[in-house]
C-alpha cells in the first residue's frame, strides 16, 4: 500500500543538480560581483522554482536541493561552535578524480547554539506543500573525514570527551530543526558503509583507529543525535560508498555492519545505495526489524541512462526475498550533487529518473 508519512514508496536523497541561475550567482559572490543578500535572493528564487518541480514530478518529499551549499557535510559541520573550514594539502581522493581541497579543524568545544540551516529550513517549509525533509551529515563524518589529527589535543586530549560533546550538539540540532516544523530529517551516512570495505579498514588502522569498535562508537553518535528528536519525526539514514562527480570511493556488501545499522541504530529508514555490485547483495536486509524500512536506491544517480520499469520491478521483487515489500521504498542512490560540481548528467536526465521512480512506486504499491 501506498505511505503518507515518511519515507516515501518514491523517494529522494536529497541533493539537486544546481541551476544555472545558482552556479553563476554562487560564482559571482566568490568573486565580490554581488552581495550575500543578491546571493540568498537568487537562491530563494531558484529553491522555490525547484520545489515546485518536485512537486509536478509527483515526489511527496520535497528538499531544497542543498542549493545553498558547497559540500553534502562540510557547510553544516563548519557552523558547529568550534570548527571551522580550512584549506588542506590535498583534496579527497575518489576514483579518478579529486575534490577541493578544503577540510574541517576542531579548534574548540564542539556545541550546536546558532546555525544557518535552521533559516534554510524554515524558507524550504515556506515554499512546499509537499512533506519538506531536511538533510544534514551524520556526527560521524565530523571525526571519519580528519580522526585525531583534525581535533585540536588541547580541546580535547582524549576522544571520550569529543564524541560526548559532538552527540549532545547534533541532540540540540535535531531538536531546533524540529521546533522549526521539521518532521522528516536525514543523517547523511556515508561512513558506516565504508567499514565495510577492507582498504578503507586499512587505512583506519593505519592512522591508529579500531574499525569494529569505531562502527559501535558511530551507533552511539547516531543514538545521540536521534534523542533529540521531537514528537512526530521521522529520522532516515542515507548509506553510501562516495558521490562526486559521478565516482565513488568505497566498495563491499552491508553484511559487516548489518546487525548494528538495523538493530542498534534508532533510526526509523535507511536509504541504501544499491546501484551497482559495489553494494553487494540484499541478503543483509533480512536483519531489517518489522518496524523499520528500507528505501531501495536500484536507480542511480551517477548516469543519465533511464533504467527501465521492468528493470526496477526485478530489483524490487529480488529484494523482497530478504525484507517484505511493505518494508520497502523506492530511490535513486544517492543525491545528483553530493557537491555544487554535480554528477555527469543532463537536468532533464535527473528529472526523467524521480519521475520514473514515482510511476514505478505507483505501478507496485499502487
Known amino acids: 500500500m501506498n505511505r503518507t508519512k515518511p519515507p516515501f514508496r518514491a523517494d529522494q536523497v536529497g541533493s539537486l543538480l544546481r541551476s544555472a541561475a545558482v552556479k553563476e550567482a554562487r560564482t559571482k559572490r566568490v568573486t565580490g560581483e554581488i552581495t550575500q543578500a543578491q546571493l540568498k535572493a537568487v537562491e530563494d528564487a531558484e529553491i522555490a522554482r525547484l520545489v515546485a518541480k518536485q512537486e509536478a514530478v509527483g515526489l511527496k518529499g520535497v528538499t531544497d536541493g542543498e542549493f545553498r551549499r558547497s559540500w553534502w557535510h562540510y557547510d553544516f559541520l563548519a557552523g558547529l561552535d568550534g570548527v571551522e573550514l580550512v584549506s588542506v594539502a590535498q583534496g579527497l581522493q575518489f576514483k579518478g578524480t579529486q575534490t577541493k581541497a578544503e577540510g574541517l579543524h576542531v579548534h574548540g568545544r564542539i556545541d550546536f547554539t546558532n546555525h544557518p540551516m535552521i533559516d534554510h529550513f524554515r524558507f524550504l517549509k515556506s515554499v512546499a506543500k509537499a512533506t519538506p525533509k531536511m538533510t544534514i551529515p551524520s556526527p560521524t563524518a565530523l571525526h571519519y573525514r580528519g580522526g585525531r589529527q583534525a581535533i585540536d589535543t ?94 565513488w570511493m568505497a566498495q563491499g556488501g552491508y553484511e559487516p555492519v548489518a546487525d548494528v545499522l538495523f538493530n542498534k541504530m534508532g533510526v526509523d529508514a535507511y536509504f541504501m545505495e544499491y546501484d551497482s555490485e559495489r553494494a553487494g547483495g540484499f541478503e543483509p536486509l533480512r536483519m531489517l526489524p518489522k518496524h523499520k524500512h528500507a528505501v531501495l536506491g536500484i536507480m542511480t544517480s551517477k548516469t543519465g541512462a533511464l533504467e527501465s520499469k521492468d528493470q526496477l520491478k526485478r530489483r524490487l521483487d529480488e529484494a523482497a526475498k530478504f525484507a517484505s515489500l511493505d518494508q520497502l521504498c523506492l530511490s535513486p542512490q544517492c543525491g545528483f550533487a553530493s557537491t555544487e560540481e554535480g554528477n555527469l548528467l543532463a537536468e532533464e536526465e535527473q528529472w526523467a529518473k524521480l519521475a520514473r521512480c514515482v510511476e514505478v512506486a505507483e505501478e507496485v504499491w499502487g
Open 154 to 247: 588541547s580541546v580535547y586530549p582524549g576522544m571520550e570527551a569529543f564524541f560526548d560533546d559532538l552527540g549532545r550538539a547534533y541532540a540540540r540540532a535535531v531538536r531546533a530543526f524540529g521546533e522549526a516544523g521539521c518532521t522528516y530529517l536525514q543523517l547523511d551516512e556515508v561512513f558506516v558503509a565504508y567499514l565495510c570495505d577492507p582498504a578503507q579498514r586499512d587505512y583506519l588502522r593505519g592512522r591508529g583507529d579500531d574499525p569494529d569498535r569505531l562502527l559501535h562508537i558511530y551507533a552511539d553518535l547516531v543514538n545521540a543525535a536521534v534523542s533529540g528528536r521531537t514528537p512526530g519525526m521521522t529520522i532516515s539514514m542515507h548509506l553510501c560508498r562516495g558521490n562526486f562527480r559521478s565516482t
